[in-house]
């Protein structure tokens, strides 16, 4: 531990008989540079086995190699055992050549001889330094470690496969998750950069390899999308990124990076694009419905007052269509739905009938015939058979054999005043007899009838007007 005035503080524990030894031994610590030491000191067995087994931590053991009740080398296995990474050094009286090999061979750090005690300053100094070194290297080796544990996590959590290319020799490292991108079961399924192009899409390849030349040329990092062939036959969009790596002569040598499978986010830019396209048909469409609805409104009223009622109430029928395929996530809707929503209240008032089949009817199809039964409702609602008390509107369709299966659908009004038919055909008649047989490919029949207007619709089934 470094203190506040940058002297490393050191605890040495001494194994040491002699106290006249043991107080030149503390002289010699006092006089090493930038270090401070804390000794404890013990003299026999009992208290050195004591101070290893309950001590605090200890940065350097020294000790004497012969001792009275047990030998130096004993000592020095009891250190290796349970401290390991402290650095242990003899100071001993007894010279010998061969035993100081011997000690350094079970495991001692170095051994000085009492009579050039002197040394012992370069031998500690030494030993705390590499032993620092040793802790500087062994933490920066763990923290690699947990880094590298820690982009693996990333990497796998991502699904990011990693690869490094061999720009020389075109070898090829790739990790499972790499080769699992281009559907292979494990990394040693592509060890080649041939390997690699072999399963990239021929109409995709040359723009791949523009992009690998483009960044080694530039020096920019790699960024790139393709379609792969899984062995399965399935199609896949990868997209890979990297850099390459530069020898001393500036040549690039390597390239690595990673690589994502992006099959899902592709199919959702396509739908997206779809979308996007439906969304500008759609509004199109409804603004073409909305402008024919006005010019027609215009046309055939005679006040603002009436062009603003009869408008703004084609507007909401138009609206609630709209509402109604909304809900349905723009699939369609079912006839019954659409009969429902613009006949709801007198239903209510057990004045209409509804029956038939369950059919399903596409969105522009749906719009059209909303339109048109709300034309239908609104004039029964004021001339017809629902603007007097006992009037009923009877909606029925089934499927028949008209040149092929057609769906006929028939509103009939019953109960209501003496029909007499219009002199001229407003807006709601356009809609029905000229509007809907273009829309629906299909024929129309607007009656009316003495006893109640009938409409009847001829649709050829399709898919557009099926059965659900």
Same mark, same amino acid.
């Given at each position: 531990m470094t203190d506040t005035s940058g002297v490393v503080r050191c605890r040495v524990l001494l194994l040491e008989d002699s106290a006249i030894d043991a107080d030149l031994i503390h002289e010699h610590l006092a006089h090493i540079d930038g270090f401070a030491f804390d000794v404890e000191h013990v003299t026999g067995r009992q208290a050195y086995v004591d101070a290893l087994d309950g001590g605090g931590p200890f940065d350097l053991i020294l000790?004497?190699?012969?001792?009275?009740?047990? !030998?130096?080398?004993?000592?020095?296995?009891?250190?290796?055992?349970? *401290?390991?990474?402290?650095?242990?050094?003899?100071?001993? $009286?007894?010279?010998?050549?061969?035993?100081?090999?011997?000690?350094?061979?079970?495991?001692?750090?170095?051994? #000085?001889?009492?009579? &050039?005690?002197?040394?012992?300053?370069?031998? #500690?100094?030494?030993?705390?330094?590499?032993?620092?070194?040793?802790?500087?290297?062994?933490?920066?080796?763990?923290?690699?470690?947990?880094?590298?544990? *820690?982009? *693996?996590?990333?990497?796998?959590? $991502?699904?990011?496969?990693?690869? !490094?290319? !061999?720009?020389?020799?075109?070898?090829?490292?790739?990790?499972?998750?790499?080769?699992?991108?281009? $559907?292979?079961? !494990? $990394?040693?399924?592509? @060890?080649?950069?041939?390997?690699? =192009?072999? &399963?990239?899409?021929?109409?995709?390849?040359?723009?791949?390899?523009?992009? #690998?030349? &483009?960044?080694?040329?530039?020096?920019?990092?790699?960024? #790139?999308?393709?379609?792969?062939?899984?062995?399965?036959?399935?199609? +896949?969009?990868?997209?890979?990124?990297g850099r390459a790596v530069y020898g001393q002569d500036g040549r690039p040598v390597r390239m690595t990076g990673v690589s994502l499978d992006v099959t899902g986010r592709k199919k959702a830019e396509e739908r997206q694009l779809l979308l996007?396209?439906?969304?500008? +048909?759609?509004?199109?469409?409804?603004?073409?419905?909305?402008?024919?609805?006005?010019?027609? @409104?215009?046309?055939?009223? =005679?006040?603002?007052?009436?062009? @603003?009622?009869s408008f703004q109430a084609r507007l909401h029928a138009l609206a609630q269509a709209h509402d109604l395929l909304t809900r349905q996530q723009w699939q369609g809707a079912l006839l019954d739905e659409l009969l429902t929503l613009t006949l709801g209240p007198y239903r209510e008032a057990d004045r209409v009938r509804i029956e038939g089949p369950p059919v399903m009817l596409s969105t522009g199809v749906a719009v059209s015939l909303h339109l048109a039964f709300h034309e239908l409702a609104t004039n029964a609602a004021k001339y017809g058979a629902l603007s007097v008390q006992g009037g009923t509107v009877e909606v029925f369709w089934s499927v028949v054999e008209r040149a092929g299966m057609a769906l006929e659908l028939v509103w009939r009004e019953r109960g209501g005043p003496p029909v007499v038919p219009p002199s001229r055909r407003g807006f709601g008649s356009r809609l029905i007899e000229r509007g809907l047989p273009y829309e629906l490919d299909g024929k129309v029949s607007l009656d009316f009838d003495l006893a109640g207007v009938r409409c009847t619709l001829v649709i050829p089934l399709s898919d557009r007007v099926r059965l659900q």
């Open positions: 000790s004497d190699f012969a001792l009275p009740d047990f !030998d130096g080398m004993q000592a020095l296995a009891l250190a290796c055992a349970q *401290r390991p990474e402290v650095p242990f050094i003899f100071v001993s $009286g007894v010279l010998g050549e061969e035993r100081a090999i011997e000690a350094l061979k079970q495991g001692a750090t170095d051994y #000085v001889v009492k009579l &050039r005690m002197e040394r012992l300053r370069l031998v #500690v100094r030494r030993a705390l330094i590499e032993v620092r070194d040793r802790s500087r290297l062994h933490s920066a080796s763990r923290a690699l470690g947990e880094s590298e544990a *820690r982009l *693996r996590f990333a990497l796998e959590a $991502g699904r990011l496969g990693a690869w !490094d290319l !061999d720009l020389d020799t075109g070898r090829l490292q790739a990790s499972d998750i790499c080769a699992a991108n281009f $559907g292979l079961p !494990d $990394g040693g399924c592509l @060890t080649s950069y041939d390997a690699l =192009t072999a &399963r990239i899409l021929p109409e995709d390849l040359p723009h791949q390899q523009a992009a #690998v030349q &483009r960044a080694l040329d530039t020096g920019g990092a790699l960024d #790139v999308e393709y379609r792969c062939r899984w062995p399965d036959g399935g199609l +896949h969009w990868i997209q890979v990124r996007l396209e439906e969304l500008n +048909h759609r509004v199109k469409n409804t603004l073409a419905i909305v402008q024919s609805i006005a010019s027609q @409104t215009l046309r055939l009223v =005679t006040t603002p007052a009436a062009f @603003t009622e």
